[in-house]
């Protein structure tokens, strides 16, 4: 595939298609079913994803936390500036419990480690200052391109401070489409209910529709699930250029694997129960992961802690899910070229956007806090 075949994943949705909230409860959302196997779609309800699942089945989540990463700070002349923290990019933001930096005003050093990369809405160069209401401020060490690093300067850590003062961030699209500001309301809506560890700031919304109740129902079905971590960037928005398709790869992104859930997915495998994942970022965090055993020539997943840049679009032979969990994405984005390669490797006789358009037909809603669709 090359970059110019992009025009064939255009198609045209309806404005009253994008929902601007989510549904309540969340497993009222719609989910579209394409069984690949006999070329049919079912239309039913996320509360009874069960039913589409085979018994024993292996259900991989991403348990990424969206943080509440754009912020309204003063200037030192008393003017304010917007900043988002790209807390993704935070490299030691990475403990189990999610901790971000705090700087050691202890030592009189007053001097935090790593750099803090920011975006910003205005002039911002080296030296200035950025304040938090209570006085704790950024200070603007570096510039590289459109990102600002900078030093936090407060006796409270990132984390506090973004949740004292940050606003969770919601996709331009749905801001444009008049979706609500209610922070504490999208707090709650725009995370997971099994969010944990990391700092994304987006959320994996394939996994917003999940309610203890269908976590229940799949459990008695036999169904486990197994926890693995990819925290979103603003990259998952990015429109894609040419050298992407050169390269075969795309914006970093941290992902996190446990040695525990490593040696569950491996066992799962081998012992031929169906895989399904759960989104774009686990799909990418397995295709990631699974590599052929050393001694016996099996694919098995290998704990990790690091970053991905894979880019997966058609053709490309997958060896981790046998199933796919998604939401319906942006036209001529990286996830539905994902969603259209594992499509093609099922041997799909429809296509991505064909069955787009059948949803678009039904109604379905649309991105972050649309419906559901299960590729099986």
Known sequence: MEYRDLEKYD??????????????????????????GTDTVFHDTFANLASYLPERAMLVLNETRVVPARLMLSKETGGKIEAFVLA?????????????????????????????????????VPGMKLFFPDGSRFEVVSQDENRFFVRLHSGKSLSDLLDAYGETPIPHYLEDAGATRDEQALRRRYQTVFARSGASVAAPTASLHFTDQVLGSLAGKGIETV???????????????????????????HI?????????????????????????????????VIVPGADTGMTEFRPYSGDTDIFIFPPHGFRSADMLLT??????????????????????KRTLVSLYEEAIREGYAFYSFGDSMLIR
């Open 11 to 36: 198609y045209r949705l309806p404005k009253e298609l994008i929902r601007k909230c989510g549904v309540e409860p969340r497993d009222s959302a719609r989910l579209f079913v394409y069984d690949t």
């Open 88 to 124: 993704n990019e935070i490299r030691d933001a990475r403990p189990e419990a999610g901790e971000m930096p705090r700087s050691d005003e202890s030592s009189g050093s007053d001097v935090s480690d790593p750099l803090i990369p920011i975006l910003v809405d205005r002039k911002c």
């Open 227 to 253: 926890r693995v971590g990819l925290d979103v960037g603003l990259g998952t928005f990015a429109s894609l250029r040419p050298e992407n398709f050169v390269s075969k790869t795309l914006h970093r992104e």
């Open 256 to 288: 996190r694997v446990s040695e525990a859930a490593a040696e569950r997915l491996t066992r799962a495998k081998a012992e031929g129960r169906g895989m399904v994942a759960v989104g774009t970022t686990a799909l990418r965090t397995l295709e990631t």
């Open 327 to 348: 939401n319906f994405h942006l036209p001529k984005s990286s996830l539905m070229l994902l969603v259209e390669a594992f499509l093609r490797d099922k041997g799909a």
